[in-house]
């Protein structure tokens, strides 16, 4: 008898010591790369959620793209383009309307500006924060700590050796 297993690609999330598991979200808005707008698919309640473990760039002017300008020494027009594009990307994966699956921290569940941080789970079974880091359209990031920073980290570092996403134009990012 040939039995098949499934593998679920986001089962190491859901054993995170501690995760919240938040199941019956549709995605309202994007905002970013690395930020959306939730809405209980059977309720009224909306809210802003950050991905964990990462950053991309900016989308308008603000003292943020400032900063990564300073950091990156990119010009400020090229990173608006970079998180257009990182925008682009998870409108392609996440458009809104999908329903997904929040899992937060325990110990890390808000960040600096009161958003809730978690880790999308699309309904293919993905995490959107891995496959943003998987195809270089976000750098991880300490300043948004979960439990896979280090797993991040190494995403990131193979996106940058292969020019993926954000690092086909340039590896400052």
Known sequence: ???SKTVNPSAKYFQIPGIITETHWIVERVLDGDTIIAKEEFGQESKEIRLYGLDAPE???SRKMREDEAKSHLPAALLLELGLQSL???LQVCPPGTRITLLTEAKHQLDFWLRQL???ILPSGKCLNELLMENG???ASHSYYCSMLTEYQSLNFEAKQHEQ???LFTENF
Do not use: F
């Open 137 to 139: 359209w976000a750098k």
């Open 165 to 167: 996403g954000i690092y």
């Open 1 to 3: 008898m040939n039995v």
């Open 88 to 90: 682009d990307y998870v």
């Open 118 to 120: 978690a880790y999308v």
């Open 59 to 61: 989308v308008h002017m």
